[in-house]
Nanobody, 124 residues
Framework: DVQLQASGGGLVQAGGSLRLSCAASGFTFDDYAIGWFRQAPGKEREGVSSIITSDGSTYYGDSVKGRFTISSDNAKNTVYLQMNSLKSEDTAVYYC?????????????????WGQGTQVTVSS
């Protein structure tokens, strides 16, 4: 079974940092792009970042550029999202997703598998 397990969310003050992890299993990790999306109450799901695990190419949404860093540990089948300088508007449920052919990494329909979300709350 394909599984994507997101973890690392929590409550942090504005300006603080969190690192999210997405542990994948049940598919060939190197064949997929892994993306992070977030959804705040009353808002549409937003593409945050993604990485092509085979070559390390990355994508960042405009709202997180310069603050978030995505990385991949292929030996552990895990993708990380380091989030620095957090703002209250970063508050959302964060999801990781996997897609085998991802040409528009910020769009959720590009991804085949989804994990459960992890809540990130940034207090101002």
């Amino acid at each position: 079974d394909v599984q994507l397990q997101a973890s690392g969310g929590g409550l942090v003050q504005a300006g603080g940092s969190l690192r999210l992890s997405c542990a994948a299993s049940g598919f060939t990790f190197d064949d997929y792009a892994i993306g992070w999306f977030r959804q705040a109450p009353g808002k549409e799901r937003e593409g945050v970042s993604s990485i092509i695990t085979s070559d390390g190419s990355t994508y960042y949404g405009d709202s997180v550029k310069g603050r978030f860093t995505i990385s991949s540990d292929n030996a552990k089948n895990t993708v990380y999202l380091q989030m620095n300088s957090l703002k209250s508007e970063d508050t959302a449920v964060y999801y990781c997703a996997a897609g085998v052919v991802v040409t528009r990494p910020g769009y959720s329909y590009e991804y085949d598998y989804w994990g459960q979300g992890t809540q990130v709350t940034v207090s101002s």
